[in-house]
């Protein structure tokens, strides 16, 4: 830290406080009984302000900028406006002694030596609180809710803004150490309000807004008039009788002086935001002094240690971004850092410290060795075993103890030293001189090399990774880079401030200056970006730029000169210098540029970083076809060209090496067409057919089905056009295509009359089986449409088509409950087997449904089925004609419990008692052995019983009731026959005469009949092989026998 005198001038009186305006362009000093007011920028004095009649003693601007306020002697606080008018005054008993405006509320604090008066703008007058003591000091809180008062007697009293006491803190000197001036900490970094005292017991103490003092008083050996705080809070100010100002850092840590003046310094103060700082003495004098604070930093690679609040020492991973702090309590005066060590140089002693492990991420350092000697040197440099103390044109070596080992001195001023490496205790350095020499010295060894000597003065330096290049950037701003064995200036670059060389790349180097990061790679052009700072270090992709007092890692892509190096198809250089990093779209393009060079060991490399598998598979298959004795390199660059995506390029080196079909396939694959067509010119009329069907194929694939279908026909690919036309309905077009068919492709009219099917155009379809003469297919599609005349036409025609056409027919006939057709046309197809079956279903679904009578028909109409059979084949006779009297035997008992049946269930009918009263009979007579599905025993007794009863027949009466007693009456018939079985009993035990003469005569007419029926049966039965009976005689010999007894 330096301070550089910017303007001074001389006021008439004593200087005893003074103010900044808040935006730092204007300075109030209290002068005598005047306030002078000054321009900061060059020490113009703007405008005396008189209003006070005596001295002004104190001085202090409002943080908004828009009032100050001034009190004196005079007793008498004046406010003022940014415009320097004077616009209020208010008294107070005795004289001013410091005025304080509230940071937050702009609330004016003045105070007196008996009291003290808060105001502001909004009340009418001031709140004044008498005090205990002589008030000589005061500071209000960042916050703006507590205001500090120093006493004359040593006391400091913190009072809320109403102005009441909260704490109270006795210093230990009391009255002999008057409390002279404080101020609170104005960072907003800090966790606490923090209070600085400096009283006339010559101490500086820290104190907490509770009260609580914080560490322990610092000892000033002055008396301090004054005190304060860097707007940021990072430094302290203070002045007194010393004659001097003084900077310490916010903890008490003296750093040294600012200025010295020839009297006492009764006031200093910092500019709001800046390194400027304004002092007044007693004797009038005004002194507005720079603060320059230096740089105090080191590097090694990645590590990077610098100065932080002039005390501390910051150790920072350039890659990792990780910190450690490290606190001295001292001013920091030089930093060196080494590998695993670093040296810190403070006013009394030099520390070495070392890491705590080899790691190379570990950041924690340990002290390793103290050398308590007070050194003074422009330069420090730390080796593994050394540190190296350079002072104008001397070195030394010394080792960790302190001891000098040897000493070296040079014939000019070193201007630049740096360790390039070397075995522990055998390092070398890098040396660079005024008068421009530069040298390389070993620290075991007492005589130095000169390296080349130029004439220019040195101002940086920097050797390649190989020993082999010197880099040098002299006062010119020139980069002169040079073979060290050679001495060969191999180049030179104007605009330079500082250079470094790539640690992993020996080719490459980086200079910066006029604003921009210059990189230049071999003896290629330089590449420019901008970037504000200097370099100082280069590894691999990562630039270390130190800019201001921050040291940043800046990732620089090293597209430029992969670039550069690729255009003169140096594909190895160029890979290197990706490895040192690139972007991803940079590795992609080196590996095609490699690749389009043939240079597949790095295509290959490059194309695994970007994890591209298609074209490492195209390398791969590459080099198995060279290992197979393959050398056509334009064969090799066609199917480069090709995966790149240059088709035209990759055909016409496929064509001059002899290989059009792959081209042709290449074009035709990426659906290139046009471009096929154009390659083929008038070739070979295969290729082009051939070429027009993968036309088509892909026009499907891309769903423009019309054209696909145009470019089938015209391929000749019927069947394929025929299938799309299909899909899309597209009758039209299917019926071009049948119509334009040769009769003797059966296999894609067969497709098209299939599709005029589907999409229901039936008669189209009928036209193409005709076309190809499918009758079985023409006969099928009848049916399946259900055009029974046309089908039945057909079957006139071709006889062999009966059963296609019948059979359906009949199904369709039963399906649509037209079973009594469908059993003709089941008969009719000759399956009787089918016809029977529609007829015991029909007979049963009758039975069922109580349709006696119907059932009575079918199972005659069966009876007449199994004759036919009987007749037709002679192997099932015997069954037949067995089945044929049971269904006969059926037929009748179903005809006769159809009166039955009726009878019972019907209120009224027509028939007479004597026909019910015989039918019942009849039918007791037939049920001997088991009693078919349907019938009733119990209806057919009740029936009989009901009938004897109503013609006589008690006696035949008394016995069916007799019978039902021994069967399951329905609920619906128990009150009849129960009445029915009461009311027999009253009638005689035999049965009349009348009745009886009319039962017999009734019963020979019956029996007579059924001689007749019996007789029709058996001529029947003899002439069953002789012709086909009707059905009518046998139903009109069963009839006939219902007449007769009726």
Not at 689 to 700: G, H, P, R, S, V
Not at 761 to 783: C, R
Not at 975 to 998: A, C, Q, W, Y
Request: hydrophobic content about 35%.
């Amino acid at each position: 830290m330096r301070a550089a005198l910017t303007w001074r001038d001389k006021a008439e009186q004593c200087i005893y406080d003074l103010a900044f305006k808040p935006d730092g362009t204007q300075l109030i000093i209290a002068s005598g009984n005047r306030l002078l007011v000054y321009d900061t920028s060059d020490g113009t004095l703007i405008q005396p302000l008189k209003a006070h009649k005596e001295t002004v003693f104190c001085v202090a601007y409002a943080k908004d900028g828009k009032r100050f306020a001034s009190g004196g002697a005079d007793k008498t606080v004046i406010i003022w406006t940014s415009k320097l008018e004077g616009i209020l005054k208010y008294t107070h008993n005795d004289s001013i002694q410091c005025v304080s405006y509230n940071p937050v509320t702009h609330q004016l604090a003045s105070c007196s030596s008996s009291d003290f008066g808060l105001w502001s703008p909004e009340q009418k007058s001031v709140n004044k609180h008498k005090v205990s003591n002589k008030i000589t000091c005061c500071s209000w809180t960042n916050d703006g809710q507590y205001l500090a008062l120093g006493m004359f007697s040593g006391v400091v009293s913190i009072r809320n803004k109403n102005g009441e006491e909260k704490v109270k803190i006795e210093r230990p000197g009391g009255s002999l150490s008057p409390v002279w001036s404080i101020s609170w900490n104005p960072s907003r970094d800090e966790h606490n309000d923090i209070l600085a005292v400096a009283d006339w017991g010559q101490r500086l103490s820290f104190y907490q807004l509770s009260g609580k003092q914080i560490g322990k008083d610092r000892v000033l050996n002055f008396d301090p008039c004054c005190v304060s705080y860097f707007s940021k809070g990072e430094y302290i100010l203070l002045g007194g009788s010393d004659k001097q100002v003084s900077l310490y850092t916010k903890d008490g840590v003296r750093l040294g002086t600012i200025g010295e003046q020839n009297t006492w310094v009764w006031t200093c103060k910092a500019k709001p935001d800046s390194n400027y700082v304004a002092v007044g003495s007693q004797d009038g004098t005004i002194s507005f002094y720079q603060l320059i604070f230096s740089t105090v930093h080191g590097l090694y690679k990645d590590r990077y240690a610098y100065r932080d609040s002039m005390t501390d020492v910051i150790v920072q991973h350039l890659i990792t971004e990780q910190k450690v702090r490290i606190k001295n309590r001292e001013l920091v005066k030089k930093i060196a850092i080494y590998k695993n060590r670093l040296a810190i140089q403070l006013p009394e002693k030099i520390q070495i410290y070392e890491l705590y492990s080899d790691d190379s991420s570990d950041m924690h350092y340990r002290v390793k060795e103290k050398i308590a000697k007070k050194f003074e040197c422009n330069l420090l440099v730390v080796c593994s075993e050394h540190i190296i103390l350079c002072q104008e044109k001397r070195l030394q070596c010394l080792s960790f103890s302190g001891t000098k080992e040897r000493e070296w001195v040079m014939e000019s001023l070193i201007r630049y030293i740096k360790v390039i490496g070397g075995p522990p205790g055998r390092e070398g350095l890098l040396v660079g001189l005024k008068n421009g020499q530069i040298l390389k010295i070993f620290v075991d060894n007492p005589f130095a090399i000169v390296l080349l000597k130029q004439s220019t003065a040195v101002r940086c330096l920097d050797m390649s990774a190989s020993r082999n290049k010197l880099a040098v950037v002299d006062e010119n701003d020139t980069c002169l880079v040079y073979d060290i064995n050679t001495k060969e200036l191999l180049f030179q670059e104007p605009n330079a401030n500082s250079v470094a060389w790539n640690t992993q790349c020996e080719d490459m180097l980086c200079f910066s200056g006029g604003g921009y990061l210059n990189i230049k790679a071999s003896n290629f052009p330089v590449h420019q970006q901008k970037l504000q700072g200097f370099v100082v270090g280069y590894n691999g992709s990562k630039i270390f730029c130190l800019h201001v007092f921050s040291m940043t890692a800046v990732e620089v892509p090293q597209s430029a000169p992969m670039y550069q190096y690729l255009e003169r198809k140096m594909f190895k250089e160029a890979y290197k210098i990706a490895c040192l990093g690139v972007t991803d779209t940079d590795w992609k393009e080196l590996a095609m540029e490699a690749l389009e060079g043939l240079e597949f060991e790095t295509a290959k490399k490059a194309f695994t970083r970007v994890r591209d598998l298609q074209y490492l598979e195209l390398i791969s298959s590459i080099e198995e076809r060279k290992k197979r004795g393959e050398n056509n390199n334009d064969l090799f660059l066609a199917d480069v060209y090709a995966y790149q995506g240059k088709f035209h390029e990759a055909a016409k080196l496929y064509k001059r090496s002899g290989y059009e079909n792959v081209a042709l396939d290449m074009y035709t694959d990426l659906r290139m067409f046009d471009y096929a067509k154009e390659f083929l010119g008038s070739g070979d009329p295969k290729d082009t057919k051939m070429l027009i069907t993968k036309q088509a194929d892909w026009a499907t694939h891309i769903n423009e089905p019309k054209a696909a279908v145009e470019m089938y026909i015209t391929a000749g690919e019927h069947m394929k056009a025929i299938e799309i036309s299909g899909d899309q309905g597209w009758v039209d077009v299917l019926i071009d295509i049948a119509r334009k068919l040769d009769k003797a492709e059966r296999e894609p009219l067969t497709k098209c009359a299939f599709y005029f099917k589907k999409l229901l155009n039936h008669g189209y379809a009928a036209e193409t089986y005709m076309k190809i003469g499918d009758l079985k297919a023409l006969t099928q599609l009848y049916v399946e449409t259900q055009q029974w005349d046309e089908a039945f036409a057909l079957c006139e025609k071709h006889p062999e088509f009966k059963d296609d056409v019948y059979v359906p027919y009949a199904q369709w006939l039963a399906e649509n409950d037209r079973f009594e057709e469908a059993q003709k046309a089941f008969h009719k197809a000759g399956r009787q087997t089918e016809a029977v079956k529609v007829l015991e279903q029909l007979t049963r679904n009758a039975v069922v449904e109580s349709r006696f009578n119907d059932a009575g028909y079918y199972y005659w109409m069966l009876s007449m089925q199994c004759l036919d059979i009987a007749q037709e084949n002679e192997q099932q006779k015997t069954e037949m004609l067995q089945k044929f009297h049971h269904f006969q035997h059926l037929a009748e008992l179903y005809h006769a419990y159809h009166f039955i049946h009726k009878c019972t269930e019907e209120p009224f009918n027509h028939y007479l008692p004597e026909t019910l009263f015989n039918v019942s009979r009849f039918l007791l007579h037939s049920l001997t052995k088991e009693t078919p599905l349907g019938i009733s025993k119990v209806n057919t007794l009740f029936a009989l019983a009901k009938q004897s009863k109503a013609l006589g027949a008690y006696k035949l009466a008394r016995h069916a009731y007799d019978k039902l007693q021994g069967l399951q009456i329905p609920a619906r018939f128990q009150k009849s026959i129960e009445l029915g079985s009461l009311t027999i009993r009253s009638k005689p035990f035999h049965d009349s005469e009348v009745s009886f003469n009319f039962y017999c005569s009734h019963l020979l007419i019956f029996d007579e009949a059924q001689e007749i029926t019996f007789a029709l049966v058996q001529n029947l039965r003899h002439a069953v092989s002789k012709c086909r009976v009707s059905a009518a005689i046998c139903y009109f010999a069963f009839n006939l026998s219902n007449q007769i007894i009726i």
